[in-house]
Each structure stands twice: as C-alpha cells, then as structure tokens.
C-alpha cells in the first residue's frame, strides 16, 4: 500500500452551495488528474490529489477502507449543503483480480456535484490556500491526431479459439457460465487529453455512467451497488443483442433477446450471484422476477434492478460502506461467471491478459459510506499515447465463438468512437 499526503496533517475540508444552472460539469475539468462520476448531466467531477492511495492483492478494498476511514478521521469538515457526495469525497478504481493490478483511491483537492436542484463545490487543503476560480472557463480538450488500432493480447481468431475451449469446459460440466474478455490497442500521434473522450462519452452515453479515475475510463452501463441513506441498489446486465440502427428491427430484436433461453439463463446466474451477495446485508430486498431490455446506442441488454435496505446500526458510520457492499459484490457473475471461483480460475487460465482494472469496482464513496460502484465496462485505460480498450461476453453452453466475438467489437464501440472526431 503506498499513500501519498502526510499523515498527521489535518484536512480542511469545505463544501458550498452553488448557484444553479452552470454549463456541463465535465466542462468544468481541467486537465490536472481529472475525476468523473456522470450520468444525465448530473454527478460528480473533480481534480487535483489531496491525498491518494494504492492497494493491491486480496485486501485491495479493505486496505483502501481503512485508509479512507483515517483520512476521513483527520478531515475538519465544514459541509453546507449535507447530501450524499458531499464533506470529503473519494474516487476509486479496483483492481479486477487478486493478481496482478494496482487499484487506486483519491481525495481530490476540489469537487463540484450536481443532483437534482442542487450543486456543490467542495474543497480540500490547507484553509489559507487560494484556488483558481473552480467554474471558470478551461480551454477545451483537442481530438487525438493519427489514433490506429491493432489488436491486444489475442486477435480475433485466437479469441474465438478461447471462447471454444471455454464452451467445451461448460459442457463437460466444469463451470455454468465464464465471462471471457479481450482488448484493442489505440495509439495516437501525441499524449492523450482524457477529457476528449469524456466529453464524448458523456454526450453520447447519457443513461450510462461515464467515470474517470486515475487512467481509467469509460461509459459503464451497469450499476454494482449504489448505496443512499440506507437503500441499497444494483443494476444486474447479462445477455446481449447488437443494434442494427432501425428501429423496427430492434424493436423485433429487443423481444427475441427478451425470450431467449440462452441469453436468460446467463442473466439468470448473473441476478442470482448479486442477490446472494447482498443478503447478508440487507433486511429487506426486492429481486424483480422477470428483467427488462435496457436500449443503449450500440447494444441491448438485459438487465435487473435489485433493491434493498441496509441492516441498521446502532452508528450510522459502522453499518456496511457502499465500498463494503462492492467487495462483498465483486466479482458479479455479469464479469466473473458461475461459480465464481471456477470462472476466475478459469480467467486467469485461458484468457490470455492481465484485465488490469477493467471490470473491476469503480465510483465514489463519502465520509458516511454512502457512494455508487459502477463495473468499469466499456472502458479503457489510457498512458500517454496509448489507450487499453477493453470488453467482454458471458459464455454459456450454446454460445457460438462468432457472435461472441460480434458482440465484444460491438462492446468497443463506445470507447472506440469517443477517441475519434466529434
Ligand atoms: C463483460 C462486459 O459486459 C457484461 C456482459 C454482458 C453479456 O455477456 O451479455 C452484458 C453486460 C455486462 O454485464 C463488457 O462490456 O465487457
């Protein structure tokens, strides 16, 4: 575990009411480690590093909780405003894996949120310091010049070689389902503005949660946990159809994926394995029987909103933190696969890369344990020139290796249109 930020510095931390409306948030970044939690034009941007910590291994979440507990322990709050995401907020972004893969937590120096009708800038440093005016115009992020693609760890003919084997393993009775993922490498001309992709992503993926902490990124479409005053939700996705762009046709096709046995059953483990893990936790809880098709520009899915109520305790601050829950939640059958011991073995087995932070828990989380963990999905992670984009396929028994591979360069798409022009 390293941090960074002294520790025996107190923290003053200072949230404010702001006049509403003022233009987009993600137009408010500049490019000084940028954070983003956003959807529908609502959510949380942030910059600058207050403080930071990196975790890694099987105690990656607890070591970053407990770190985040002793920050918050020597921050002098004074919050305003007094909603979730307000007072001392942090950004995060896990690992997917025991091993390998570095996971992050950072205390940005300044946050703006926006929910409903009300908005808030919070800072966090030393009282006396002066900040820049946090709503000024920046100049905007520029088009990376020259992106080209190539393949990742594996082409396409090597992954669906994987995916067979995969499919053979499942009927041989060793596993239920595997999620079974692959990556494209993008390198530009110059060093890549991760606030380009963002805006893109943002304007084009409203209904989904484009997020950014510490390289990684994406428009997540699926929810692991969100925690609010003691509700508890998740958003389960499994079992995919492509768009085709007319929408009579997806219309047509939004009701074949709503019957289709295969597609159910993935969905099915996927529900079940979120349930199971929340109980523990909760008292009461509401599992819809039946998913819904959830329409997203470029594919469709299934998908299930669970519900629940978070145990009370004596002490606000001691009942189960939304990173809790996303530990207790990841790996999901959505990204892992049934059971979920055999399908990440089968992962680290078969796979053939290191998922890094993809498909791992990322989000924010408040000094009252409230915040939402998305899985970072449709995603990628950027350094300099060069960006990791990532997707992947739940693989049942009848899966074919073709349109599993259909299906991930239609998961690419999101990231892959938001490095081009607007
Ligand atoms: C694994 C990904 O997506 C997951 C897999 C899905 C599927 O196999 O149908 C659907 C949504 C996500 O839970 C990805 O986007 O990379």
Same mark, same amino acid.
């Given at each position: 575990?390293?941090?960074?930020?002294?520790?025996?510095?107190?923290?003053?931390?200072?949230?404010?009411?702001?006049?509403?409306?003022?233009?987009?948030?993600?137009?408010?970044?500049?490019?000084?480690?940028?954070?983003?939690?956003?959807?529908?034009?609502?959510?949380?941007?942030?910059?600058?590093?207050?403080?930071?910590?990196?975790?890694?291994?099987?105690?990656?979440?607890?070591?970053?909780?407990?770190?985040?507990?002793?920050?918050?322990?020597?921050?002098?709050?004074?919050?305003?405003?007094?909603?979730?995401?307000?007072?001392?907020? #942090?950004?995060?972004?896990?690992? +997917? =894996?025991?091993?390998?893969?570095?996971?992050?937590?950072?205390?940005?120096? @300044?946050?703006?949120?926006?929910?409903?009708?009300?908005?808030?800038?919070?800072?966090?440093?030393?009282?006396?310091?002066?900040?820049?005016?946090?709503?000024?115009? $920046?100049?905007?992020?520029?088009?990376?010049?020259?992106?080209?693609?190539?393949?990742?760890?594996?082409?396409?003919?090597?992954?669906?070689?994987?995916?067979?084997?995969?499919?053979?393993?499942?009927?041989?009775?060793?596993?239920?389902? @595997?999620?079974?993922? $692959?990556?494209?490498?993008?390198?530009?001309?110059?060093?890549?503005?991760?606030?380009?992709?963002?805006?893109?992503?943002?304007?084009?993926?409203?209904?989904?949660?484009?997020?950014?902490?510490?390289?990684?990124?994406?428009?997540?479409?699926?929810?692991?946990?969100?925690?609010?005053?003691?509700?508890?939700?998740?958003?389960?996705?499994?079992?995919?159809? $492509?768009?085709?762009?007319?929408?009579?046709?997806?219309?047509?096709?939004? =009701?074949?994926?709503?019957?289709?046995?295969?597609?159910?059953?993935?969905?099915?483990?996927?529900?079940?394995?979120? =349930?199971?893990?929340?109980?523990?936790? #909760?008292?009461?809880?509401?599992?819809?029987?039946?998913? +819904?098709?959830?329409?997203?520009?470029?594919?469709?899915?299934?998908?299930?909103?669970?519900?629940?109520?978070?145990?009370?305790?004596?002490?606000?601050?001691?009942?189960?933190?939304?990173?809790?829950?996303?530990?207790?939640?990841?790996?999901?059958?959505?990204?892992?696969?049934?059971?979920?011991?055999?399908?990440?073995?089968?992962?680290?087995?078969?796979?053939?890369?290191?998922?890094?932070?993809?498909?791992?828990?990322?989000?924010?989380?408040?000094?009252?344990?409230?915040?939402?963990?998305?899985?970072?999905?449709?995603?990628?992670?950027?350094?300099?020139?060069?960006?990791?984009?990532?997707?992947? #396929?739940?693989?049942?028994?009848?899966?074919?290796?073709?349109?599993?591979?259909?299906?991930?360069?239609?998961?690419?798409?999101?990231?892959?249109?938001?490095?081009?022009?607007?």
């Amino acid at each position: 575990m390293t941090t960074s930020a002294p520790h025996d510095e107190a923290l003053v931390v200072r949230t404010v009411a702001l006049d509403l409306p003022f233009g987009d948030l993600v137009d408010l970044l500049p490019d000084d480690a940028p954070v983003t939690w956003l959807r529908r034009g609502e959510g949380l941007v942030g910059w600058g590093v207050a403080a930071m910590v990196r975790t890694s291994g099987p105690t990656r979440f607890s070591d970053a909780a407990k770190w985040w507990s002793e920050t918050v322990a020597r921050a002098l709050v004074t919050d305003e405003v007094v909603e979730p995401g307000t007072g001392p907020v #942090c950004f995060g972004s896990f690992a +997917f =894996a025991d091993e390998p893969g570095d996971s992050v937590l950072v205390l940005p120096r @300044v946050v703006v949120g926006h929910r409903g009708d009300r908005a808030w800038l919070t800072t966090v440093g030393p009282a006396a310091d002066r900040l820049d005016d946090p709503l000024a115009e $920046r100049p905007t992020a520029a088009v990376p010049p020259g992106v080209s693609f190539t393949d990742g760890a594996l082409n396409g003919e090597e992954w669906m070689s994987v995916v067979a084997d995969a499919v053979a393993r499942i009927g041989s009775g060793a596993l239920e389902k @595997v999620v079974l993922a $692959r990556d494209l490498v993008a390198t530009s001309d110059t060093p890549i503005d991760v606030r380009w992709p963002l805006q893109r992503l943002a304007a084009t993926y409203p209904m989904c949660w484009t997020f950014h902490v510490d390289g990684m990124f994406g428009a997540t479409p699926e929810m692991l946990v969100r925690r609010e005053r003691g509700l508890v939700t998740s958003r389960v996705l499994a079992g995919t159809i $492509r768009r085709t762009g007319d929408d009579g046709r997806d219309l047509a096709l939004a =009701a074949t994926l709503a019957r289709s046995s295969k597609d159910l059953e993935e969905h099915e483990y996927a529900v079940r394995s979120v =349930a199971e893990a929340l109980e523990p936790h #909760c008292s009461g809880m509401n599992v819809p029987e039946a998913p +819904f098709v959830l329409h997203l520009p470029n594919v469709m899915h299934l998908a299930t909103d669970v519900a629940g109520v978070v145990h009370a305790a004596e002490h606000p601050e001691r009942s189960v933190s939304s990173l809790e829950l996303a530990e207790a939640l990841h790996p999901s059958a959505a990204v892992g696969g049934t059971p979920t011991p055999d399908a990440v073995a089968l992962i680290a087995e078969i796979e053939g890369m290191d998922r890094g932070r993809y498909a791992g828990p990322v989000g924010w989380m408040d000094a009252s344990g409230d915040g939402e963990w998305g899985i970072a999905l449709r995603s990628a992670e950027v350094e300099g020139r060069t960006v990791r984009l990532f997707a992947g #396929c739940g693989i049942v028994a009848d899966s074919v290796p073709e349109a599993e591979l259909a299906e991930a360069q239609a998961k690419f798409v999101p990231v892959r249109d938001a490095l081009g022009p607007a």
